[in-house]
């Protein structure tokens, strides 16, 4: 109803997190009782913006696709950070940390068979709510399924593959297919207080525990999961060793792969997106924070487990992450 207040939160990638734990802390400083949080992106139609011109009748405007990239930049920020692509800050981080193109396309592949898996298990199904497209002269589409998903790759299709950032000759690694893509998407998750609960008798799938973000260089955005699941875990007084479940999200697999050797675990440690990730999925920037952490408390309840780490990269260097708890 029209009595209801909103507002659009917006931490490019995390976005949809954000929402999340903007809508946890409210319910903690008391100003709500019950919210609605999630995030919605559209990448294959978002528009294009164009700047000003600096002077009457100018021609200096610039024109940049909203749907991500760096756009409108402030000088100052070129000199001291540097204005890296996306897939640019994976290749800086294959090179630091040596992750070579197999090891991204082992990955890759995982991230593809773990989630086509749970496609045909109906496990995906049970996050997912049917959109019903209307058409003019034929019966409605009904959406229903992820379609990103590619169920036959094998390591030597992802190897056919050139690298999109970098040329093979100069060492790039990162193609199409141990990245994330542009896909669109929504989600949303309802949190409530105690008294909530109990008063519209809910069934909560788990509770947020901490939650904590951090700044990191731009060049290597990717590796931000890192320090800010230390900081949460941290703050949780937990370890890594404590988490049952561990969904990073996917915006490459050298990103990916980057962080959780920095933590110490082996590339396919099962608890890392047994449902496959967003190299499979997809990563509508707006709303993979809110999906991600539906995945992780629906994933608890499946393997009766306890708790998840739910973290993220977010471009231009940032790094998100929230630990939950099954109840």
């Known amino acids: 109803p029209w009595s209801v207040p909103g507002e659009t ?5 995390a976005s949809g997190m954000s929402a999340v734990v903007h809508a946890h802390r409210a319910i903690a ?3 709500g009782d019950v919210f609605i949080s999630g995030g919605v992106e559209h990448m294959t139609r978002g528009p294009w913006v164009i700047s000003k011109v600096s002077k009457a009748f100018g021609r200096d ?4 696709d909203s749907s991500f990239g760096w756009r409108f930049v402030n000088k100052k920020m070129v000199a001291m950070y540097g204005t890296d692509g996306m897939g640019q800050t994976a290749e800086n981080l294959a090179e630091r940390f040596r992750i070579s ?4 396309d082992r990955f890759a592949c995982w991230s593809q068979m773990k989630a086509a898996e749970a496609q045909r298990s109906g496990r995906l199904a049970r996050e997912i709510v049917p959109v019903e497209i209307p058409r003019r002269k034929a019966d409605p589409v009904i959406f229903d399924a992820d379609e990103f998903i590619r169920p036959d790759t094998s390591p030597g299709i992802l190897a056919k593959l050139s690298p999109a950032f970098k040329p093979a000759g100069k060492g790039g690694t990162v193609t199409a297919g141990n990245a994330s893509g542009l896909n669109d998407g929504a989600a949303a998750m309802l949190l409530a207080s105690e008294i909530a609960v109990e008063k519209y008798q809910l069934k909560p799938l788990a509770r947020i525990i901490t939650s904590a973000v951090v700044g990191v260089e731009p060049r290597i955005m990717g590796i931000g999961p890192v320090y800010a699941s230390n900081k949460a875990l941290e703050k949780a007084g937990l370890r890594m060793e404590d988490m049952d479940i561990i969904e990073v999200n996917e915006a490459f697999a050298a990103q990916v792969l980057a962080c959780t050797r920095q933590w110490g675990l082996v590339d396919d440690d099962p608890r890392i997106n047994p449902n496959g990730g967003a190299i499979a999925l997809g990563h509508p920037l707006g709303m993979t924070g809110a999906r991600i952490l ?3 408390a629906l994933e608890l309840h499946k393997q009766d487990k306890r708790y998840a780490l739910v973290t993220m990269c977010i471009g231009v260097g940032q790094g998100y992450a929230t630990i939950i708890e099954r109840v």
């Open 9 to 13: 939160v917006n931490r490019l990638c």
């Open 29 to 31: 400083a008391g100003e």
């Open 61 to 64: 405007a610039e024109m940049h």
């Open 101 to 104: 193109r197999e090891d991204q």
């Open 294 to 296: 539906h995945t992780a």
